[in-house]
């Protein structure tokens, strides 16, 4: 060979050489880039997976520890409520501990020592022990006295053995003198009891550690409480739990470490593969470029670099199987003119995962495809051939097994010479992972987009970045007018910037804080929200800042009208009669322990009528403002003014060592109520009428003291008015009186005088009736027909309203039959009082049951139970699983005469009744007294915010209805809707009843509340 032809040889070997090498080296480079991303994506992947699982499970922490933390506040406002007394602590926590998991037992610490504990089998080596007493050792004790906040201390050693936490609050009774100190109420928690429901056990299981611990926050010292023994591995996911002053710490990490090695390795394989392919193929490019130059070589040396490369296509294309195995790809050929499909032997797998037949018919593989798509796979292979559109769509397969997966197929035609499709080429890619991240991310932009609670981003420098359409319906401000802005343009003003430091504070210890704000609206207007906010870290560097709030202010402003309208009376600012009812009950105590006496003065003015009718109900209500502030400056001090009614108040005179104690009282306000009074250049003159009873010479409940100085005042405007009367605790008139009414009682019933009438209800809104009220009268053979105030109120804590209330419960459910057996299609629902005496007997819920028997064709979800909420409940725990059991049988409860008894938040939140009724005496007088249509609207109020349905009894005009219907209340019953009627008139009432010649008013949103 000459020296010519060989320069350019050696040449053509130094560039191919050259080419190889610069495309290995690009290629290993490229390999190991992404062997490293690959390396990232397991550690975020696995991060993710572990912040997502730990996560639910620290928020069944989080929620168990608050959940048992705030046991602690019932039993402290128990302490608050009874001034400092511990009566029916042991009820309340008892029945408290099965309502709050985790929680061991519930302690009082009066002045820091141990007095009750609840169970008390145990713990009775603790009773006794003084949290005061060692500033070192209970610190936590001191702080929650120092700060009035709830405090946790522990975990620490049991008196009865085991580790746990006691949660205290400190109690502080409203004196003469300001907050004293009471106590702590206490509820104790144990180890591992409140992390028994967690269920931690499972995370081990799932491969992921942890650690749950305690950080000291005056050492920092850490406190392990609960850990899966495992060796922590570095970068754990940590969250932290807030409890009051202090902070948990709950660590998660991966058991076998943050790499995959096995995902590593596999990488690494692919890489080398990638490299190999991609250097062949530069090696192959550069050997093609050369035979171009060598076709002069020997037919000998082309032969062999064929074989050479065949050998390396065989090659080629096992690495090519494995690829597309992992990267879940399946190539499929579909012969057109004989419909035979032939797949890959990986794609068959994927789709019927029998690999011993490669092929199917286009039918069959129609079949696997998800029904919803099978029709647009049709249509798009008919426009691929018809129309030479690209085939690209994704669909779902549904597998041997049932399970659904995703594909991407795409396909290429081959057509013959004249145009015709003959074969079809294609790929098809398993998407499911990626499908079911799209939907993930699609979820959680619906959750931010249609929440009710207003969501707010910023960056690590306060910058909002986005908000969601609540946080603009709450605020007012659009979406575009808050990105960019410190959020600091919502303030209102009402927090001082001491704790907005402190809040950033927090998220700097802590990376969470939640509390109340009050902010400011686009139009100016203040509300309250219930705000959280949350550090979002990404390396230990904070990225954004999340806020998630919900609008409480109707809520704040509805809790401070239901307090004051519960305990006082708003026209006078005076204590209402459930006020007056408790403090009553106090003084009867106080009395007895100290063995002196007390008087129920119950005074009512005469004449006021004649003001009110005369001038107006405004002067009145001006003359009745006057008359409270002189009545209560004729008081001593501790002595109490309530008013109970429209002219009627009752004073509490208390520390009495004899009746002539209370005479110069008595004198005093006969003095100031009979003094004139001036309102608007109108001179009033009016006087009271006082009736008083003496306890414990009158030795009688608070509300049998009401009514017999109520009977003394009667007594002292039949004598004349302007005068007192005391009632006469020997006088045996009604104890005769009531003699003789329990007889008639027993004759009507032996006689069968009873009958029942009964008055419609009706839903406003349609006109229909919902059902009627079961009313008692007695047919009296000589007196005619009775009323139920003329023979009721002397059984009223008499066996025999047993007898009556069964009675009428009988009739009651015989008219169901009746009515149904008479108009198949009338169907009837009928509601009967129950006295309390016959609800707490033990045996109600058999006797009812007896009954329902008696009447097989009843429905017993026609009956419903009206409960007077003006009688005492003994045990409000009884009576509740009573009527539980009652419900189980089909029978409804409502409240009846609601907000007229002893205590209706109690009973409301207590007692399973579905129904609520307003009294007639707050109806009847709303549109003339503001302090009635006050109450209603609370009662309203308070149904919604318990989720009741309520009724108003005692509509009488047009005005009433359209009234109720503006405040939110539809269901009604009264004399203007229909009188109680004999049940044979019901049906004809039914027939001939309208709703719109009874309430249709005209501009109704006119009306001024």
Known sequence: ?????????????????????????????????????????????????????????????????????????????????????????????????????????????????????????????????????????????????????????????????????????????????????WGFATALIRFPDIL?????????????????????????????????????????????????????????????????????????????????????????????RASHLKLEKKVEQRTHALQNNIKALTDTERRLLLSQKVGGIATWEWDIKTNIIRFSEHGIRLITGNVKQLEMTKNEYLASIHPDDRANIVGDINQCIDAAKEYNVDHRIITKRGNVRWFNTKGTLVRDSSGSAITMLGVSVDITERKLIEEKLHLSSRVFRDTHEGIIITNADKVIVDVNPAFCHITGYSHDEVIGRNPSFLNSGKQTESFYKNIWKQLSLYGHWQGEVWNCKKDGELYAELLNISVL???????????????????????????????????????????????????????????????????????????????????????????????????????????????????????????????????????????????????????ASIGVTIYPEDNLDAEQLMRHADQAMYIAKQMGKNRYHLFDTSQGDTVKAQQTGITLIREALANDWFVLYYQPKVDMRTGSMIGVEALIRLQHPERGLLSPIEFLPVIENNALMIDVGEWVINAALSQINHWQILTPSLNIKVSVN???????????????????????????????????????????????????????????????????????????????????????????????????????????????????????????????????????????????????????????????????????????QKMDY
Not at 46 to 59: D, E, L, M, T
Not at 206 to 232: C, F, H, R, W
Not at 658 to 677: G, H, I, N, T
Request: net charge negative.
């Open 196 to 288: 028994q429901s967690v269920n931690l056990a499972q995370l081990p299981q799932a491969g992921i550690g942890y650690e749950l611990s305690k950080v000291m926050p005056d050492t920092n010292d850490v406190q392990i409480i609960a850990t899966s023994d495992n060796q922590i591995t570095k970068n754990t996911v940590d969250f932290n739990i807030q409890v009051p002053n202090g902070v948990w710490v709950f660590k998660a990490y991966p058991i076998r470490g943050w790499q995959d090695n096995s995902m590593l390795l596999l990488g690494i394989a692919i890489a080398v593969v990638f490299t190999f392919l991609t250097s062949l193929s530069s090696y192959l490019i550069t050997r093609l």
């Open 537 to 687: 870290k990404d390396d230990n560097n904070v990225t954004f800042y999340l806020g998630i709030f919900t609008d409480i202010t109707q809520a704040k402003r509805q809790q401070e009208q239901l307090s004051r309208i519960a305990h006082y009376d708003l026209l006078t600012n005076l204590p209402n009669r459930v006020l007056l009812a408790d403090r009553l009950s106090q003084t009867m105590l106080q009395c007895r322990r100290h063995n002196n006496s007390l008087a129920v003065v119950f005074l009512d003015l005469d004449g006021f009528k004649h003001v009110n009718d005369s001038h107006g109900h405004d002067i009145g209500d001006k003359l009745l403002i006057a008359l409270s502030i002189r009545l209560k400056d004729a008081l001593r001090e501790g002595d109490s003014l309530a008013r109970i009614g429209g002219d009627e108040f009752v004073a509490v005179l208390t520390n009495l060592g004899s009746v002539a104690d209370c005479v110069p009282v008595l004198e005093r306000l006969l003095a100031a109520a009979a003094k004139p009074v001036t309102v608007n250049d109108i001179v009033l003159n009016v006087s």
């Open 1 to 181: 060979m000459s020296p010519s032809n060989t320069r350019p040889q050696i040449l053509s070997l130094f560039i191919k050489a050259r080419l190889v090498l610069i495309t290995l080296l690009i290629s290993t480079l490229a390999s190991v880039y992404s062997i490293y991303l690959l390396d990232q994506y397991i550690y975020q992947q696995k991060q993710n997976s572990i912040r997502k699982v730990a996560g639910s499970y620290v928020n069944h922490i989080r929620n168990n520890l608050n959940q048992a933390l705030s046991a602690a506040y019932p039993i402290a406002a128990l302490i608050r409520t009874q001034n400092g007394e511990t009566k029916g602590f042991e009820e309340l926590a008892s029945e408290m501990l099965s309502l709050y998991p985790g929680l061991d037992a519930l302690q009082l610490h009066k002045n820091g020592i141990l007095t009750h504990v609840v169970p008390l089998k145990g713990n009775e080596s603790a009773i006794g022990n003084n949290v005061l007493e060692n500033p070192l050792r209970t610190q936590e004790a001191f702080l929650a006295k120092k700060t009035g906040k709830l405090t946790l201390a522990g975990p620490f050693e049991l008196f009865q053995g085991g580790m746990g936490a006691a949660a205290r609050l400190p109690v502080y009774l409203d004196t003469s003198q300001g907050n004293q100190f």
């Open 834 to 1004: 129950v006295a309390a005496v016959q609800l707490q007997q033990p045996e109600f819920t058999a006797r009812l049951t007896e009954l329902l028997l008696a009447h097989p064709q009843v429905d017993a979800r026609n009956l419903e139970l009206e409960v007077l909420e003006t009688s005492a409940l003994n045990d409000v725990a009884h009576v509740s699983k009573t009527m539980q059991d009652c419900k189980a049988l089909g029978v409804e409860f409502s409240l009846d005469d609601f907000g007229t008894g002893y205590s209706s938040l109690t009973y409301l939140r207590r007692l399973p009744a579905s129904l609520i009724k307003i009294d007639q005496s707050f109806v009847r007088d709303m549109l003339e007294d503001s302090n009635d249509l006050a109450i209603v609207k609370g009662v309203i109020a308070l149904a919604k915010s318990f989720k009741r349905s309520v009724i108003a009894e005692g509509v009488e005009t047009p005005e009433h209805a359209a009234t109720l219907m503006l405040l939110g209340c539809y269901l009604a019953q009264g004399y203007g809707i229909a009188k109680p009627m004999k049940a044979a008139d019901i049906p004809i009432w039914l027939d001939e009843w309208t709703a719109d010649e009874i309430w249709a008013l005209t501009d109704l």
